[in-house]
């Protein structure tokens, strides 16, 4: 089943120029780049995106990091994208991720774990309309 996910390529990974070389590993995967923007998350954004993480310890900590410089949000399309991307992207902790995985080759750590991906199909589509409009995405 052709479905969409959302990623995010996070501060750690743009800041040492890597776009490009995510993107490889995602296309690389089957998985087309339908929507892409580089943004600089406001505090807003990140606060009201990671608000699952309210109450946890990390949360600011979480939140100034996703502002701390551009990241590059993505609407990603192709068969079970959502769990084909999860496992694209890797373990959280890049020292548990398999190899050739994206936070395997990049991740500096658990914090900076290069990319952001949706759990499911309906966080995905939470996760999309937060940061794209329907006519920005061109299947």
Known sequence: MTERTFSIIKPDATRRNLTGKVNA?????????????????????????????AARPFYGELVEFMTSAPVVV??????????????????????????????KLYAESVGENSVHGSDSAENAAIEIAQFFTDDQIVG
């Open 25 to 53: 590993v995602i296309e690389d995967a089957g998985l087309r780049i339908v929507a892409q923007r580089r943004i600089r998350m406001t505090e807003d954004q990140a606060k009201k995106f990671y608000e699952v993480h």
């Open 74 to 103: 993505q609407v990603l399309e192709g068969e079970n994208a959502v769990a084909r991307y999860r496992e694209v992207m890797g373990a959280t902790n890049p020292a548990d991720a398999a190899e050739g995985t994206i936070r």
